[in-house]
């Protein structure tokens, strides 16, 4: 499968933004779906995940209730609302597939199989 990740900009603190993340192919319905990002200086950190048929989430403490994740499986498509966002949030957002035959949604990003190239989200304060 093929990730492409959008949806990225500079906003202030306080906005929002919603990221999507689109795959290629027929089997997006097969993957556990995780968002995961990288601020400079620092190592890629969970953000949320979701399960294969979007019935079950997972979200790093740093952004329960503020954002959310979601899909769509008719259309090939992820999704993460950005609420409330901070300076904090600053940093390049990744989508991830796991291909995984377990219902667990994983957290680690050694345990996702294909990648997106990042999209840059920029909270000023």
């Known amino acids: 499968v093929q990730l492409q990740a959008s949806g990225g900009g500079l906003v202030r603190a306080g906005d929002s933004l919603r990221l999507s993340c689109a795959a290629s192919g027929r089997t997006f319905s097969s993957y556990t779906m995780g968002w ?43 999704y993460l609302q950005m609420n409330s966002l901070t300076p904090v949030d600053t940093a390049v957002y990744y989508c991830a597939a796991d291909r995984t035959y377990s219902t667990v949604v994983r957290t680690t990003p050694y345990a996702y199989d294909y990648w997106g190239q990042g999209t840059l989200v920029t909270v000023s304060s």
């Open 36 to 78: 995961f990002r990288q601020a400079p200086g620092k190592e890629r950190e969970f953000v949320a995940a979701i399960s294969k048929s979007g019935d079950r989430t997972n979200y790093a403490d740093s952004v329960k209730g503020r954002f959310t994740i979601s899909r769509d499986n008719a259309k090939n498509t992820m």
